[in-house]
DNA sequence: CTGAAAGCGCTTACAG
DNA sequence: CTGAAAGCGCTTACAG
């Protein structure tokens, strides 16, 4: 006996790869026709097609993804290319969500996500136009668009299919999706008002941000729509700012009884200082933020925020992209798509409002459910 | 004149792509020595070395990454299966972290990360199988960890560069990444004996995760080598039992001075529990948690916590991949490497103890750096 | 509906 | 050190 096991023919893996012509030899037609069936092409009769497929199968075949692409077919890749430090990224709640969102999508799609980290805006329109030369990506996902981004006109002179995550009004010629801060603004107010409110303050972050300023200017126009007192207190970025304003608007002769924070940070550090001066929330100043994360939820009391669920904003994008890329390639758009939007246009995501004990008295002593359940069994 | 701009050859993109070829027809040179130069690899001389790569860089020459990989090159990606939903991937700090982690390392080495989410362990293997039978990664991540993990046998199986991220001791043959748990323990009990603690709770999660059991042995172990008095009380998963088990805890006869928790959500649950009993933390009893997140830096007071920094265990990650991945390919390790490990050796990340006010009393008052700033400057 | 061929853009031996 | 050729595994016209 000659030992039959282990003595694999060469390299590394088991043996040499099965391709289409092995297939063809065992089937007894040439590999085209096998290329024909297993694209589930016409041109092979329905008896052979299976024939094929059967002996496929049971060659336990792949295709070659290699080959695949260099004649021609789509690479299957959706681009991402992140011009922020790693450890900014990871600090960050949006990201991993969104991203989880966007794989549940594409790999659902057999598309898969590519991602580049690079350290300036030069780098990541470098990658771009590499991305697309060594045909590495059939698309590319945009995301942190900024007033007047360079990318744009960048992405819009490439001519390939390319998504911005953001909006509205700056994302040019490209199709985008983004999430509707006007809607969001009216949800809150609307809350706000429907528990009596009738003074209340929003403290900023920079406007930089483009929904900085869609924020901004729905809050004006819904005070003046609703005939409330309503006051503006630009904070820039970030907690420091958040504790100061906060401060000075409790310093007003008259203050309001509703504050809203533009993100989850803000608003924590404004409930500090609302702590620190013995007011009490939501007795003394109802607080609203507009980004939901751990921390407004384990909050105590916990924060009344905007959910734009970061898991289906990722995934809206995905959907969006697939279909960017199959218009394109002159493909119709995938089933489930209703109808087949044009290029260039947009999605919008509605946002929520998820009402907790930081406006709504009645809610107190409610934590967030698993806590609660815990605390009742014990 | 005739119009010379606009009317582009064909299809998308502008013109027929510029490859070897178009360079050696310049160069005067066949194309193999093209290869060979914009590869570095001898073979050509210095002179048309320089001659060829300028002219790539003149008609901005892009390998196809096609017809590399069909040709026998490195593909130059990672793949990583996650078999979780995207809500629960995208609830966890970790996750995005160990990403962006795990990206900037890879970027930078040009490599690329390709994640997929399924639904099921089975799910998961097939997809190794048919990445590698595609061709379509040179090597892949295998995250969280289990006792018995039927991955790894089928990985080993594989015989392709795999690296799993977690252990000790469950890795099989195959190389791995962990934090060492048992450090950490070792940090948590001598920060707290240190403080004069002598009577110790430890609050553990299930021990369905190979770290719980590391870290209940060294806790064990720790308390008979130091004279402590050490108590242990199985929680079970989540924020529900760490409440019971906290309650658990404080109805014993002499209570002790410090609770350790698993996990950030489960030191948050004990929190509240104290809180409601009227436990002052730290000056009734001093809590730790396993875990860092937004949500111990943003508890009120701050609780202490190990840092084992996701986004640093996902650096880590991706270099030992990318020596798995060469030393595979018969490659010296990449440059930077401390010599060339054994392709199964492990590596083992080094944990820290962020001490905050719920151990150290000193250090009341005292809230996350950023907020500090803003509160001292209203 | 099926066959034979060319081509995608590289890399890798193998001669000179 | 350089040239000519074969081959990686598919897809896509183009004849029969």
């Given at each position: 006996m000659t030992s039959t096991t282990g003595d694999q023919p060469r390299?590394?893996?088991?043996?040499?790869?099965?391709?289409?012509?092995?297939?063809?030899?065992?089937?007894?037609?040439?590999?085209?026709?096998?290329?024909?069936?297993?694209?589930?092409?016409?041109?092979?009769?329905?008896?052979?097609?299976e024939r094929i497929l059967g002996i496929a199968r049971e060659l336990q075949w792949e295709p070659s993804h290699a080959a695949r692409a260099l004649a021609g077919a789509p690479v299957k890749t959706v681009g991402m290319v992140l011009a922020r430090p790693a450890e900014v990224l990871g600090a960050e709640?949006?990201?991993g969500a969104f991203v989880a969102g966007l794989q549940e999508v594409?790999?659902?799609?057999?598309?898969?996500?590519?991602?580049?980290?690079?350290?300036?805006?030069?780098?990541?329109?470098?990658t771009y136009r590499r991305w697309f030369g060594q045909r590495r990506v059939d698309g590319v996902v945009l995301v942190d668009l900024q007033t007047d981004d360079p990318r744009i006109p960048a992405l819009e002179q490439l001519a390939q299919p390319a998504l911005v995550v953001g909006g509205p009004g700056h994302h040019g010629s490209l199709p985008s999706v983004y999430v509707d801060d006007a809607e969001a603004t009216r949800l809150i107010v609307e809350h706000l008002a429907s528990l009596g409110h009738s003074?209340?303050?929003?403290?900023?972050?920079?406007?930089?941000?483009?929904?900085?300023?869609?924020?901004?200017?729905?809050?004006?126009?819904l005070g003046e729509e609703l005939g409330l007192d309503f006051v503006?207190?630009?904070?820039?970025?970030?907690?420091?700012?958040a504790a100061r304003a906060t401060a000075e608007v409790l310093r007003?002769?008259?203050?309001?009884?509703a504050i809203v924070f533009d993100s989850d940070e803000m608003a924590l550090a404004g409930a500090y200082v609302l702590r620190e001066r013995q007011v009490p929330i939501p007795g003394g100043v109802a607080v609203v933020s507009y980004e939901d994360s751990p921390l407004t939820r384990g909050h105590h009391p916990p924060i009344t925020a905007i959910r734009r669920s970061a898991v289906e904003y990722g995934r809206a994008a995905a959907q969006r992209m697939l279909e960017v890329i199959d218009t394109a390639a002159g493909r119709p758009a995938a089933p489930g798509a209703i109808g087949t939007p044009a290029q260039a246009e947009s999605r919008v995501i509605e946002p929520q409002l998820a009402v907790r004990a930081s406006t709504d008295p009645a809610l107190l002593g409610v934590a967030h459910t698993d806590l609660a359940v815990g605390l009742d069994a014990s």
């Open positions: 390299g590394t893996g088991r043996g040499k790869r099965v391709t289409i012509a092995d297939i063809a030899r065992r089937a007894g037609v040439t590999s085209a026709a096998v290329s024909l069936a297993v694209n589930g092409r016409p041109g092979v009769s329905d008896a052979t097609r709640a949006f990201f594409l790999s659902a799609a057999d598309y898969s996500l590519q991602m580049k980290i690079v350290d300036s805006t030069e780098a990541e329109i470098d003074r209340i303050a929003r403290v900023a972050g920079t406007a930089e941000f483009l929904h900085t300023m869609q924020r901004n200017r729905t809050f004006t126009q503006q207190q630009d904070a820039g970025y970030g907690a420091s700012g007003m002769p008259e203050p309001p009884t």
